[in-house]
């Protein structure tokens, strides 16, 4: 709308749509699936946009990334089987590399595009990619998901787009009964579930589904993420039938565990890297919902 400014406009958001000054568009491009930006912005570093929509951006990745892989994985002991839906600029690879108990992450991408822009200008996105353990595959999450070998993994991490798109199926029951399929007994989700500022209708409707296909716990959950619409990106925590998962009190601590996996072929080792954002408090307060939210939700 304003000459050198980028203005996130949606059917998803209509009324508002937050603006970033651009200093330059470092990347243009079509895939088969999505329009593909990356700019560099005055104010929240480079910034990664699909479809006009926002990814992520250098500044506030953190608060998104962190609290989608940790609030799973900190809340079962020893998670060695992760599979992460969506994902392909890495960021969640990099959070789920610091958990020195897991041996394996598979990662279903349906965009190539994706992980060769983060791996060309997001490189503290793709260091998620070099750890030996993780496992790339370009494909439609749903059709993964559902040809997954039964009882696989211990944690589904489903980092998609908004429901207009590739990502839809990813927001419905069909999909949440396959990942069920895929895990094991016990076994714990976590998906992006939008914002209960814009979306309590889609929200309602994840919870009431998941709440028909989980038999463990259903949980929704936030965090800040300033450059998304309303600020503020929930998460919806649930297990499987089995040994119960209380997430609101995590079982793992990373609060001294400041390190990921990274290497090639067959020699691997531990860096130091800081969380940001996370912590066994931030954790905890995420369950924690306003009055509006708690409502709505309760009775489904
Ligand atoms: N970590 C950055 C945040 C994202 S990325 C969402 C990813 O999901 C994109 O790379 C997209 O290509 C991928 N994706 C979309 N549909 C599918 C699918 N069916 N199977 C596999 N991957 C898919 C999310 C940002 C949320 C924005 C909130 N407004």
Request: negative net charge; contains cysteine.
């Amino acid at each position: 709308i304003m000459p050198g400014w980028f203005s996130e406009l949606s059917p998803m958001w209509s009324g508002e749509a937050h603006s970033f000054e651009v200093k330059k568009v470092v990347f243009e491009g079509k895939s088969d699936f999505q329009d593909v930006v990356v700019f560099d912005s005055v104010s929240y570093g480079r910034v990664l946009v699909l479809d006009g929509v926002i990814q992520l951006t250098q500044r506030d990745e953190c608060a998104y990334q962190e609290m989608i892989a940790h609030l799973p994985l900190c809340s079962i002991e020893n998670p060695a089987k992760v599979l992460v839906v969506g994902g392909g600029d890495g960021g969640v690879l990099r959070e789920i590399s610091r958990h020195e108990s897991v041996q394996q992450i598979d990662i279903c991408e349906i965009d190539k595009m994706v992980v060769d822009v983060a791996k060309e200008y997001f490189p503290e996105l793709a260091v998620g990619f070099s750890n030996p353990r993780v496992n790339l595959h370009i494909a439609d999450g749903v059709a993964f998901v559902r040809d997954a070998a039964p009882g696989t993994y211990d944690a589904i991490i489903v980092d998609s787009s908004d429901p207009v798109g590739p990502a839809q199926q990813l927001f419905e029951k069909p999909f949440f009964e396959s990942m069920v399929k895929a895990l094991r007994p016990g076994g714990v989700i976590c998906t992006q579930a939008e914002s209960p500022w814009l979306h309590m209708p889609i929200i309602k409707d994840i919870v009431a589904a998941c709440r028909q296909t989980f038999k463990g716990s259903v949980n929704y959950a936030w965090t800040t993420v300033p450059s998304y619409p309303s600020g503020v990106i929930g998460f919806m925590l649930c297990s499987t039938e089995g040994p119960d998962v209380n997430f609101r009190n995590p079982v793992v601590s990373l609060d001294k565990l400041e390190m990921i996996t990274i290497g090639e072929g067959g020699s691997e080792k531990r860096v130091p890297l800081p969380l940001k954002y996370y912590n066994s408090d931030m954790h905890k307060a995420a369950f924690s919902l306003p009055m509006f939210a708690k409502r709505e939700l309760e009775h489904l």
